[in-house]
DNA sequence: GGTGGCACTTGATGTAGGTTAAGAAATGGT
DNA sequence: ACCATTTCTTAACCTACATCAAGTGCCACC
């Protein structure tokens, strides 16, 4: 059952009652993201945090040059949003496509907002879950100002092993700020080193 | 009044009643950090959320090759910590150190947990100005992904106009992410270029 | 009113990673 | 099971920025 997931998801920060359960489920969207579709375009205003449930998606901006930088990678039990335009209602800069075929749980933000009054524990919960993506995000400004490539990639692996060997590596190439053609180099060269 | 300048931040997102002023004023611990000196040091566990009432601090980490990489400065009117350190009370990865002589109001982890079940409303406080690093973080991420040093030089100016012409140039070369003396040579190419 | 230190500049040279291109391998839709 | 598309590899060349080095201007403090 997806719902187990989420409550236990949850469960890491705050205890909810049967009760507090069920008005939090009732406020949930079920969707389902075909492979190569998007939850969420650039430009679209982002209405929606979003809970996977299975399968995985990624979050990306797309720069000047037609780059495309990926910031996040949602697997299953992970949260994912364009926080930016979630909180200021403007049109917004990510792309949130599915990599798999994927399941999410939505959860608006006029009923996230709604539960912050109702259940005073989920703006403890959401408050949580912000500080560790702060500080995830900030670990990441900090390595990509000051490790290679290549120590860049061995925190990819050591953070995210699950993901490794399940993802198309041009998108772990742009997780870590390489291009394709350097990332498979320098993957040769790790393997020539051992 | 020092005073006037926190509650006036505080009333940016949650209005306080007199009671409630007095209980978080009662929490607070004025102190001074003269120039060149530290609020918080690398190694140390970060156990206060600081607000800045005059002067200017700079968050800052030192990479394995001893290259300063900062990370946030605090003007007037910021809150700064080592957010990583204050959440999980691990030693810290951040210097914060005074640019000039500064005022600050120190808000203990202890006490700032006190006023969330106190006082709801500073858990909403401190949610939304955690959401709003946390854009600023990816901001900056994407900047430092997608964007040449002049482009982010542009927008530090943009940014951050009152700074500018108060800060030593090698700060803020740090905080865009190059060298100083590439910085000073993108400046001359900049004037040239008008 | 020197002088020692620091911030800034400028030049020569080095390098991590980007770009372009072209072929090989893998994958997924029908 | 096949073809089309996407993904991965390899190689030659390029560029933004770093490093090293030497010199200039500027306070600060004895």
């Given at each position: 059952m997806p719902l187990d997931l989420i409550l236990n998801n949850l469960e890491k920060h705050i205890h909810l009652t049967r009760e507090e359960q069920e008005i939090f489920t009732a406020y949930l969207q079920p969707k389902k993201v075909k492979r190569k579709q998007f939850l969420l375009t650039y430009g679209e205003v982002c209405k929606y945090s979003a809970f996977v449930t299975s399968g995985c998606l990624r979050g990306y901006t797309v720069d000047k040059s037609g780059i495309e930088h990926v910031l996040s990678f949602a697997p299953a039990d992970w949260w994912i949003a364009d926080m930016y335009s979630l909180i200021s209602?403007?049109?917004?800069?990510q792309n949130i496509e599915a990599l798999e075929d994927t399941d999410v749980l939505l959860l608006s933000k006029a009923n996230q907002e709604k539960l912050y009054t109702q259940i005073p524990k989920f703006e403890h919960f959401f408050r949580i879950l912000t500080e560790n993506s702060l500080v995830a995000s900030q670990q990441r400004l900090i390595d990509s100002l000051s490790l290679t490539a290549e120590e860049r990639y061995n925190n990819f692996c050591k953070r995210y092993p699950t993901l490794i060997d399940h993802l198309p590596q041009k998108q772990i190439a742009s997780y870590i700020g390489v291009t394709p053609e350097f990332f498979s180099r320098m993957k040769s060269v790790i393997v020539r080193k051992k």
């Open positions: 209602q403007k049109p917004g800069i």
